[in-house]
């Protein structure tokens, strides 16, 4: 634990670590929610190298998108060490990290998206039906954690076989200890430059071609910014959508009246998705304050870390009437809500892991409608810049 930096009251300063937050409550939503019914609408933790936390959905919101006072160039908690690698675009600023992210962009929407979404449906039918008949699966490791890696190799051209390597690598989200962190960084960045160097000898049409191969400010990438973007891909794209669904599905497990009625009325799921979406924020993205900012009348120094967990703005009940609860008569929109962030950093896979929530609901609910939670086998999750959700062992009749 860190000192408290003289500028912090200490009326603000809570114990909490962002990477134990199931310590709170097992349930981490509920973890986040009983935290924030508790606190100040900013608290700093002296965990993780110290940091703010904004606790509230005005605070959050304004965070993400005062991006002159709040930057995102090598901001992480804790810290990362000198000379790491930044992830890019997260850990980009201004001009640039707008032209990083213009070599993203044509892969996560339109023809692109649509054809990654025909064959990650087809992977789940495919999922569904081999383990219908049993019973019983793991829903995190059986299904959900299959189908983002089947996009995320589809739009980057990797072969289908690196699949288990790369659910492992997935893990490097939540790690606290920094050098942890950077040795699978390492790892991680050592598969991905085999990849970069074989794709500027023979680009392709794929994404890690043209980010390999690509043009930010006038000048070419440099190979560490290549392999820094192919990583952030990689991470930003895996973990998230896979925890998320484990969060609906454990969700939907136990209210049985909601599932009944989006079996009832499927139009429901792709109408409502984003009233889902907003109930079970899993992302944790870092900010360092550029210059000293009163945040909802509290004193930040410029170099002050802050994390947003962003569930907390779909658990704030300031924002949204009883925000346990999913409502399928309320129409949240992608702006309203904060589980993809907003501002220039916000998720440029929001459409896609959209799409993928869609397809997970709609072939899920119609081969198996109902399901349970296996008493003597607790979902396992973990909390970090990505909450996971690492097993979730469900049961139905067959
Ligand atoms: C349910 C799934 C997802 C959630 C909840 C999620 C959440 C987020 C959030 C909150 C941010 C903003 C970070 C910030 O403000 O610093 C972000 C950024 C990002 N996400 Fe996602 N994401 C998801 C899926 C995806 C997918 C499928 C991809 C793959 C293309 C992806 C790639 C990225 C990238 C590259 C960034 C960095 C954007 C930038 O810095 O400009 N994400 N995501």
Known sequence: MVDIPSHVPPELVADVDIYDIQSIDPDIHVAWKKLQDNSASLIYSPRNGGHWIPMRAHVIERVLSDNKAFISGGAWVPPNPPGALPLIPIQSDGDLHRAYRSLIMPYVIGKPLKSAIDSARKLAVELIE?????????FATDFAQHLPIQIFLDIVELPAGDRIFLSEL?????MPDPEVRMEAYGKMNAYIAEHVDRRIANPGDDMISRIANGQVLGRPMTRDEIIGECAQVLVGGLDTVASMMGFIAAHLAVNVPLRQRLCAEPELIEKRVDEIIRRFGVAGPARQAAMDVELDGIQVKAGDPVFV?????????????NSMVVDLDRSATGTDFQTFGSGPHRCPGAALARSEIILFLEEWLKRIPDFSLVPEKPMVAASGSV???????LQWTV
């Not at 997935?170 to 939540?174: D, W």
């Not at 907390?312 to 924002?319: A, E, I, K, M, P």
């Open 309 to 321: 967990a962003t569930a907390l703005h779909g658990l704030d009940d300031q924002r949204w009437t």
């Open 387 to 393: 909450t996971g959700v690492l097993s979730l062992p």
């Open 130 to 138: 081999g383990f219908q008949g049993r019973g019983h699966c793991d």
């Open 170 to 174: 997935a893990e490097v989200v939540r």
